[in-house]
Structures are given as structure tokens and as C-alpha cells.
């Protein structure tokens, strides 16, 4: 493809997209007051949330050590509740598998 035929196939694939009623549509809602009205309240939300545990942490007053200890205790936490979902998964698996072979055995 020379490159005056690739440039004009990508402009054109380009005013296809920008023509397409779903794009149009989402360009209207970027660009409408609800949308800046929705992302000035996300923005808020998340900024009150982060104050919320800046202040949380600061509260406590804890030591460099006691918070090292509070995160290591608090990875260690998310690992084993990981760990448990998989056995829970893994559980309902077999209880899958033997509820067959039950109704299966049933069916002979």
C-alpha cells in the first residue's frame, strides 16, 4: 500500500469511527455538563476516601515498626483469605463432581 493510499484509508477509517452513532454518543456525554458533574463527584469521593485513611493512619500514632508489622500481617491476611477462596472453589468442585457420580450410580 503506497502511503497516500494508507494515509487516506486510515483518515477514513478514522471519519468512520467519529461518524459511528454509538462514538457520537459518547462524545456528547464526555463533553456534557452531566459527565463533568459525575467526574467532579468520583473525584470527591476518592478525595474524601484518601483523607479518610490519612487520617486513620495518622490517628493511631503508630511507630515506622508497628506499621511495617500492620502491613506484613495485612499481606499475609489477603494470602491466606486467596488461599481459602481456592479451597472453597475447589470444594464446590468436588461436591459438583460427587453429586454426579451420586445420581449417576443412582441411574444404574
Known sequence: MAGGNFKRSTAEIIADLL???KVKR????????EFK????????????RLK?????????????????????????LAEVEAEAAELRIRLSELLEEE???RSELEEL
Open 19 to 21: 461518524s459511528d452513532a
Open 26 to 33: 459518547v462524545r456528547d456525554y464526555v463533553r456534557s455538563e
Open 37 to 48: 458533574t459525575e467526574r467532579e463527584r468520583i473525584r470527591q469521593n476518592a478525595a474524601d
Open 52 to 76: 479518610t485513611v490519612r487520617n486513620r493512619y495518622r490517628s493511631r500514632k503508630r511507630t515506622p515498626e508497628a506499621a511495617a508489622r500492620e502491613r506484613a500481617l495485612t499481606l499475609r
Open 99 to 101: 453429586e454426579k457420580l
